[in-house]
């Protein structure tokens, strides 16, 4: 299966949040903002 370039940018986001010490819940939380500001 391809990956599209946004769902690369995800997974990296993810793995720089997860560094950062957030948890799964936190970063969803992270990642729902980031769509409504994108949205707006």
Do not use: F, H
């Not at 995800?10 to 560094?19: D, F, H, K, Q, S």
């Amino acid at each position: 299966r391809r990956y599209s370039q946004n769902d690369v940018d995800r997974l990296n986001r993810i793995t720089e949040l997860l560094a950062d010490g957030l948890n799964l819940a936190g970063i969803a939380m992270v990642l729902d903002l980031v769509v409504c500001l994108q949205n707006s």
